[in-house]
Antibody, heavy 117, light 108 residues
Framework: QVQLVESGGGVVQPGTSLRLSCVGS????????MHWVRQAPGKVLEWLAV????????HYGESVKGRFTVSRDNSQNTLSLQMNSLTAEDTAMYYC??????????WGQGTLVAVSS | EIVVTQSPATLSVSPGERATLSCRAS??????LAWYQKKPGQAPRLLIY???VRATGVPARFSGSGTGTEFSLTISSLQSEDVAVYYC??????????FGQGTRLEIK
C-alpha cells in the first residue's frame, strides 16, 4: 500500500534552516507530483509547495515563496523541503502528499517543526 | 487567486441525523473540488474528489455535490467517528491549490 514517511522535524531557533524529507513507497514515486502542506497549532491546512514528476517544475504558496525550496530524488523515492529563515509562524506539522491529478490522495503522518528561541 | 470559503465554521448534529457542509469558491472551479477529513493527531484523509467521487474506502454515507462555485458535502447519518474538521480544496487553478477554512463537525 502507499506509504509516505516524513522526517527531519525538530526544534530550531528563529532565523535558522531545516530540511524535511519524505520517503514514498508502495507506488511508482517518479510518476506523481508531490506536495507539502502544513498545519500550525489550532490553525487550518495551508498548502505550501508542489513539485512536478521530474522535478523541473515547482510552485510555492505566498507565505513561503523565496524561503522554502522543494526538490525530489526519484532514484531514492524522496521528496525534500529546504526551509530557510524560519520564524515562529513556521511552527507547524508538515505533511507530504501524493497528487493523483489534482486531489491529494495519500498523506504522510507528518513531522513537527517548532521554531522557538 | 481562488479563495475558498466554508460554512458554517462549526456544525453540531445529533447522531443519525444529516450533516451538510458548504463550500464556496470565489470563481468557478468547474468540478475540480475535493473534501478532506482531519482528525486530531491524524493525517488529512481524502474523502471526495471531482465534487462527488468517493475515495477508496470512504463510507457511502459521505456524498458530495455542486458545480462551478457552490459545493456541499453531506453525511447522511452522522456517526460518532465522523467528528472531525472537514476541508474543501480547489485544484482547478493548478498548481495554486487552496483550502477552505474548515468546518468543525461536532456531535450534539
Amino acid at each position: 500500500q502507499v506509504q509516505l514517511v516524513e522526517s527531519g522535524g525538530g526544534v530550531v531557533q528563529p532565523g535558522t534552516s531545516l530540511r524535511l524529507s519524505c520517503v514514498g513507497s508502495g507506488f511508482t514515486f517518479s510518476k506523481y507530483g508531490m506536495h507539502w502542506v502544513r498545519q500550525a497549532p489550532g490553525k487550518v491546512l495551508e498548502w505550501l509547495a508542489v513539485i512536478s514528476t521530474d522535478g523541473m517544475y515547482n510552485h510555492y504558496g505566498e507565505s513561503v515563496k523565496g524561503r522554502f525550496t522543494v526538490s525530489r530524488d526519484n532514484s531514492q523515492n524522496t521528496l525534500s523541503l529546504q526551509m530557510n529563515s524560519l520564524t515562529a509562524e513556521d511552527t507547524a506539522m508538515y505533511y507530504c502528499a501524493r497528487d493523483i491529478g489534482g486531489p491529494l490522495a495519500d498523506w504522510g503522518q507528518g513531522t513537527l517543526v517548532a521554531v522557538s528561541s | 487567486e481562488i479563495v475558498v470559503t466554508q460554512s458554517p465554521a462549526t456544525l453540531s448534529v445529533s447522531p443519525g441525523e444529516r450533516a451538510t457542509l458548504s463550500c464556496r469558491a470565489s470563481q468557478s472551479v468547474t468540478t475540480n473540488l475535493a473534501w478532506y477529513q482531519k482528525k486530531p493527531g491524524q493525517a488529512p484523509r481524502l474523502l471526495i474528489y471531482t465534487v462527488s467521487v468517493r475515495a477508496t474506502g470512504v463510507p457511502a454515507r459521505f456524498s458530495g455535490s455542486g458545480t462551478g462555485t457552490e459545493f456541499s458535502l453531506t453525511i447522511s447519518s452522522l456517526q460518532s467517528e465522523d467528528v472531525a474538521v472537514y476541508y474543501c480544496q480547489q485544484y482547478n487553478n493548478w498548481p495554486l491549490y487552496s483550502f477552505g477554512q474548515g468546518t468543525r463537525l461536532e456531535i450534539k
